[in-house]
């Protein structure tokens, strides 16, 4: 992976990080504790102005996943205490 703003892996992983803030509400700020850097970092990447380094990018990814699965597991533990669910 470069570190240009254009690359189209970048852009992929740029877009599934808004995707993600967005859906937790503010939770960037809390990726850049967990990352180890300023907030304005995480900022800069999710705009564009600037893209993260590969380990940072790698640990992206990984906080993406274990998000992402972490919602799948939320959701199939709701869907199986609704009302008239057999399992």
């Known amino acids: 992976m470069t ?10 992983l ?4 808004r995707e993600w803030a967005r859906r937790e509400r503010g939770r960037p ?12 970092a995480v ?14 990018a790698l640990r992206i990814q990984q906080t993406l996943a274990k998000a992402r699965r972490t919602q799948t597991h939320d ?5 199986s205490q609704e009302p008239g669910n057999t399992g």
């Not at 570190?3 to 992929?12: F, R, Y």
């Not at 809390?30 to 907030?39: E, F, H, I, S, T």
């Not at 959701?75 to 869907?79: C, F, K, L, N, P």
């Open 29 to 40: 700020a809390q990726l850049a504790r967990d990352l180890g850097v300023k907030p304005s």
């Open 75 to 79: 959701r199939r533990r709701i869907s």
């Open 3 to 12: 570190k240009d703003a254009n690359d189209p892996l970048v852009i992929e």
């Open 14 to 17: 740029m877009d599934r990080l």
């Open 43 to 56: 900022a800069d990447w999710m705009a564009g102005r600037t893209c993260p380094s590969l380990p940072k």
